[in-house]
T-cell receptor, first 116, second 114 residues
Framework: GAVVSQHPSWVICKSGTSVKIECRSLDFQATTMFWYRQFPKQSLMLMATSNEGSKATYEQGVEKDKFLINHASLTLSTLTVTSAHPEDSSFYIC????????????FGEGSRLTVL | GENVEQHPSTLSVQEGDSAVIKCTYSDSASNYFPWYKQELGKGPQLIIDIRSNVGEKKDQRIAVTLNKTAKHFSLHITETQPEDSAVYFCAASKGDTGFQKLVFGTGTRLLVSP
């Protein structure tokens, strides 16, 4: 079964609104989680590294005020797309490494955001 | 930083044939090379991985080879089946165990025809 769960799996919102996406590790604790963005027929681009109890580390070119990341517990990281615009429409995916699995990354099922 | 290139972008084979996808990486310090399968509308799933201290790894119909000198690694799928149809991504990282900041290849869309 899934070890990393994302919610919602899809969301449609109006321009200017904010949308929160949750990423949960179901049966393990994750001090680190990763957030990716994927455009249609393209690869996964790392947006940021979410760190439990501290600030997220953003990749170059990713606006931290636009994509707010909160890793408040060892099993939950959230990505909030603030003041969303149509160009923010994308597939957002999170992942987390599980200790003892040889460093294997477990990915969530993804969240498809459509901004009208 | 690390750059991962992947070829081909699309691959069509007949059921039962073999499929090979190749990737090259730029950072000689990379030491972990996973392969993911992504079905439409879903997140990637790990199918096999290899570390830099190993040259080849096999799991049933799937195998991965690594050439550290040339900095390339390949995915081999034998006896392909229609359910193998998906997008496959290679990736590379130099993180320690438990911390894998992956750089992904551009993906290969594999179509297996019955």
């Amino acid at each position: 079964g899934a070890v990393v769960s994302q919610h919602p799996s899809w969301v449609i919102c109006k321009s200017g609104t904010s949308v929160k996406i949750e990423c949960r590790s179901l049966d393990f604790q994750a001090t680190t989680m990763f957030w990716y963005r994927q455009f249609p027929k393209q690869s996964l681009m790392l947006m940021a590294t979410s760190n439990e109890g501290s600030k997220a580390t953003y990749e170059q070119g990713v606006e931290k005020d636009k994509f707010l990341i909160n890793h408040a517990s060892l099993t939950l990281s959230t990505l909030t797309v603030t003041s969303a615009h149509p160009e923010d429409s994308s597939f957002y995916i999170c992942s987390a490494p599980r200790q003892g699995s040889g460093g294997e990354l477990f990915f969530g099922e993804g969240s498809r955001l459509t901004v009208l | 930083g690390e750059n991962v290139e992947q070829h081909p972008s699309t691959l069509s084979v007949q059921e039962g044939d073999s499929a090979v996808i190749k990737c090259t990486y730029s950072d000689s310090a990379s030491n972990y090379f996973p392969w993911y399968k992504q079905e439409l509308g879903k997140g990637p799933q790990l199918i096999i991985d290899i570390r830099s201290n190993v040259g080849e790894k096999k799991d049933q119909r799937i195998a991965v080879t690594l050439n550290k000198t040339a900095k390339h690694f390949s995915l081999h799928i034998t006896e392909t089946q229609p359910e193998d149809s998906a997008v496959y991504f290679c990736a590379a990282s130099k993180g320690d165990t438990g911390f894998q900041k992956l750089v992904f290849g551009t993906g290969t869309r594999l179509l297996v025809s019955p």
